[in-house]
Nanobody
Framework: QVQLVESGGGLVQAGGSLTLSCAAS????????MGWYRQAPGKQRELVAT???????NYVDSVKGRFTISRDNAKNTVYLQMNSLKPEDTAVYYC?????????WGQGTQVTVSS
């Protein structure tokens, strides 16, 4: 049974930084891409950033220049470095892995940015 476990969320002041991690437990193969989503209260879940096997990255416009996604293939782990955080970044952040046989989601980690 594959599980994705996120960590690194918390409370931070505006302008601060946090780094989220998402690690896969269990046997997981053929990961094509990894990504981070977020969902703020009353809003739809949105895709924040993705990274492919080859290292290509994409970001939603609102986080470009502030967030950096990276991955450690040997550890099946994806990271999201978040700098210059804003109150509007407050949300539950979820990781997602796309594999050849299906997708996996993490349970979510809360990020709260105070003004």
């Amino acid at each position: 049974q594959v599980q994705l476990v996120e960590s690194g969320g918390g409370l931070v002041q505006a302008g601060g930084s946090l780094t989220l991690s998402c690690a896969a437990s269990g046997s997981i193969f053929s990961i094509n891409a990894m990504g981070w989503y977020r969902q703020a209260p009353g809003k739809q879940r949105e895709l924040v950033a993705t990274i492919t096997n080859g290292g290509s990255t994409n970001y939603v416009d609102s986080v470009k220049g502030r967030f950096t996604i990276s991955r450690d293939n040997a550890k099946n782990t994806v990271y999201l470095q978040m700098n210059s955080l804003k109150p509007e970044d407050t949300a539950v952040y979820y990781c997602r892995y796309w594999t050849r046989i299906g997708d996996y989601w993490g349970q979510g980690t809360q990020v709260t940015v105070s003004s």
